[in-house]
């Protein structure tokens, strides 16, 4: 069992800057693959970026490459999104999950967070 809590979504204007955080608590095997996730209205949720503890391996889905950085704090157990130059379409619910495997920006049945709002206006 893994519990995942988001906080620092908001509100900023395009070209701002949100970092969010995920604490981790519970099975660290079930945790060892990492990730963040949005769901924008009328949209399904898509895969934003990935890590992988074992491996080293970070993913980015292509429309948040060199905008995004996403890294792991494994004493806090804590897991944040840095999101630069941000975009109206960026806007959506940010969820954090968790899970033991994983390929990509796929994790295989994880833990999911409750979502944190990020609202960015143009």
């Known amino acids: 069992q893994v519990k995942l809590v988001e906080s620092g979504g908001g509100s900023v204007q395009a070209g701002g800057s949100l970092r969010l955080s995920c604490g981790a608590s519970?099975?660290?095997?079930?945790?060892?693959?990492m990730g963040w996730f949005r769901q924008a209205p009328g949209k399904e949720r898509e895969g934003v970026a990935t890590?992988?503890?074992?491996?080293?391996?970070?993913y980015y889905a292509d429309s948040v490459k060199g905008r995004f950085t996403i890294s792991r704090d494994s004493v806090k157990n804590t897991l944040y999104l840095q999101m630069n130059s941000l975009k109206p379409e960026d806007t959506a619910i940010y969820y954090c999950?968790?899970?033991?495997?994983?390929?990509?920006?796929?994790?295989?049945?994880?833990?999911w967070g409750q979502g944190t709002q990020v609202t960015v206006s143009s």
């Open positions: 890590i992988y503890t074992n491996s080293g391996n970070i």
């Open positions: 519970g099975n660290a095997v079930e945790s060892r693959c």
């Open positions: 999950a968790a899970g033991a495997y994983g390929r990509g920006l796929e994790l295989d049945e994880p833990y």
